[in-house]
């Protein structure tokens, strides 16, 4: 479905991020990247979805291809229309819309009322703890319930592959775990694959393959239960070195 | 206003713009004031009404073109300092229109507003590329640009400007004088104020306050950001070639001079201080501060303030730079909120703060 191979990206002409990364998601799968800050799992996630090059960086080299179609060269919003959507990292809902206006916003580009009421049905469905907030302004949600609504957000616009960017970042270890189950659940009942970025080996827990990142390429890489008990896992991202062991 | 308890059990009652009972009750109720207000005798005593009237009507086109403003700046968050263009290109089509085409007012109404929003659009093109600051000076420029052009063509009137723009005119009956001019103008209010309030209920003025808020949280879920900007500058040209337009007809003169720096800054200040993205708090920024101005302006030429008459207008300048400054840093959102709160704490009674 998605194949990222051997990209180079660099900030600003100056900083290189990635260096020769690479990548392979098949459909209805949930693929984690894992590894520490500066590691390159954000702009991994900014190249496929063209944010990249919003934030002034570009990629030198390489490609990115989604259902065998090159889409580096392509805006954001065209790739957000080929059904690839960015969950940005840190929440990024708009803050003086509702809930409900935030959703809506994520159905922006479909026109049948009736779908996308009943997909707000459905959002509300994966996340109950929205449905009394309706109409009132994101920005005085909690952190749990923006990261919800962003996800929830995202769904509305039917996607076919999510780029989720660190989704436990600042949450309670329980909301943690719920988003996660609830990602498990929409995976296998909406047939949506995701590419997660995470710092918290809990991904692990619901995602099918793993990729291990450090200093922009890849290190290690495998099925995510293997992952889960690898030494390299360890030593990339909890800083525990072999010897220590 | 919805007492505490009563919810909103369907989605056609969501959505609606006039809810409830109380607040059919309350339009009626403003309506009836808005057709009695010409008729309350101003203070120099007489219903013949100079001053009052003649605020009243300037006022009304304020507000008509700084509805665009709020398209463009509130809703859509592009700083724009050359709204003021924006009008004198509306003024300016009225006036080249009725004068030398010799054009009936009504229908050069429409074309003024189309006109000035494609060339809004244009200005737009140079906004797709820049962000924030640059913005502002990318609008800065098409004010004098706009001004030079104007000045230097003999059907624009060169630097004299334009004269005996028409009055319209139903059937032989002409719209002069204040009064008359009070209820020509007062339909054109009420429509824009409601196409404004709908623009930012609708899918598009989501899309603007997205883009306002989180530009590449809007990319990612498939928005046109370049689009949109366009279509908020299109918009907002749209209501400032409307106002231009009626501004021209009523003064019935046009020179580029009127059209300054000075009065995009007031624009901006006015939804500043009113609420900034919010069609209510547009309305109420224009009338707060030409309600101001129109106070301290009539203090000095009356001699209740001391010293020559140019001194009202620096204590003008003063009062409006402190409005600015306390409301940015006390009153982010504006006059608007006060009242937004006001109603919050009504619907939560007795459980509120």
């Known amino acids: 479905m998605l194949s990222v191979n051997n990209i180079k990206a660099v900030y600003a002409d100056v900083v290189l991020a990635l260096d020769g990364m690479s990548l392979t998601l098949e459909s209805d799968s ?63 809902v708009f803050p003086q819309l509702t809930i409900e206006e935030n959703l809506l916003m994520g159905a922006y580009l479909r026109k049948n009322k009736q779908e996308i009421k009943s997909d707000m ?4 469905s994966y996340f109950p703890s929205l449905t009394p907030l309706q109409t009132r302004k994101s920005g005085y949600l909690s952190g749990g319930e923006q990261q919800m609504l962003s996800i ?5 616009g039917r996607p076919r592959l999510i780029l989720l960017d660190e989704p436990s970042l600042g949450l309670a270890p329980g909301i943690i775990e719920n988003i996660f189950t609830i990602l498990n659940q929409i995976k296998t009942e909406q047939k949506t694959s995701f590419l997660i970025a995470e710092q918290n080996s809990i991904v692990l827990s619901i995602a099918d393959y793993g990729y291990v990142l450090q200093t922009g390429k890849v290190v290690s890489s495998g099925d995510a239960v293997m992952l889960r008990d690898h030494n390299a896992v360890k030593e990339a991202y909890l800083g525990i070195f072999r010897d220590e062991i | 206003m919805t007492v505490r308890g009563r919810k909103k059990t369907d989605y056609a009652r969501d959505l609606a713009l006039l809810g409830t009972r109380q607040r059919w009750i309350a339009l009626a109720i403003f309506l009836v004031v808005l ?14 009404l100079r001053g009052w009237l003649r605020w009243t009507n300037e006022t009304i086109i304020i507000i008509i073109a700084v509805l665009g403003l709020n398209v463009i700046t509130g809703m859509a968050g ?47 093109l140079p906004a797709i590329r820049l962000k924030g600051f640059y913005v502002a000076i990318a609008t800065l420029a098409f004010l004098y640009i706009s001004q030079f052009i104007i000045t230097q063509f003999d059907i624009t009137g060169a630097t004299d400007g334009l004269y005996q723009i028409p009055s319209p005119s139903f059937w032989g009956f002409k719209i002069k004088g204040y009064l008359r001019w009070y209820f020509f103008l007062m339909p054109f209010l009420i429509l824009c104020i409601m196409i404004s309030a709908n623009i930012s209920r609708s899918r598009i003025g989501r899309a603007f306050i997205a883009i306002r808020d989180n530009h590449i949280a809007a990319q990612s879920l498939g928005i046109n950001v370049s689009w949109i900007k366009i279509k908020a500058f299109f918009i907002g040209g749209l209501f400032a070639g409307l106002a231009g337009g009626l501004l021209s007809s009523r003064n019935s003169v046009i020179t580029t001079s009127e059209f300054t720096f000075e009065n995009s800054i007031w624009y901006l200040g006015m939804i500043i201080i009113g609420g900034a993205g919010r069609t209510a708090g547009a309305v109420v920024g224009v009338i707060s501060l030409s309600l101001i101005r129109q106070i301290l302006s009539v203090l000095g030429s009356s001699g209740v303030i001391p010293g020559s008459s140019t001194t009202s207008i620096y204590i003008t300048y003063t009062i409006y730079g402190l409005a600015i400054i306390l409301f940015v840093s006390f009153k982010p959102l504006g006059l608007i909120s006060i009242w937004h709160k006001i109603k919050l704490n009504y619907r939560r009674w007795p459980f509120g703060v």
């Open chain 1, 30 to 92: 949930i693929v984690a990247l894992l590894g520490s800050n500066g590691s390159g799992k954000s702009t991994t996630l900014k190249s496929i979805s063209g944010v990249l090059r919003v934030e002034e960086g570009k990629l030198s080299e390489g490609s990115v291809e989604f259902d065998g179609k090159r889409i580096d060269k392509l805006a954001p919003e065209q790739i957000a229309r080929l059904g690839v959507r960015h969950v940005l990292q840190g929440r990024s």
């Open chain 1, 121 to 124: 049905e459905r959002v509300y």
């Open chain 1, 152 to 156: 929830g957000r995202t769904l509305m």
């Open chain 2, 35 to 48: 057709a009695l207000l010409p008729f309350i005798p101003d203070w120099s005593g007489d219903i013949a």
């Open chain 2, 78 to 124: 592009q700083v724009n300092l050359g709204h003021t263009a924006f009008i004198m290109v509306g003024g300016f089509t009225m006036a080249v229109l009725t004068t030398a085409a010799g054009w009936p007012m009504l229908a050069a109404l429409p074309i003024a507003a189309l006109l000035t929003g494609i060339i809004a659009l244009f200005v737009a």
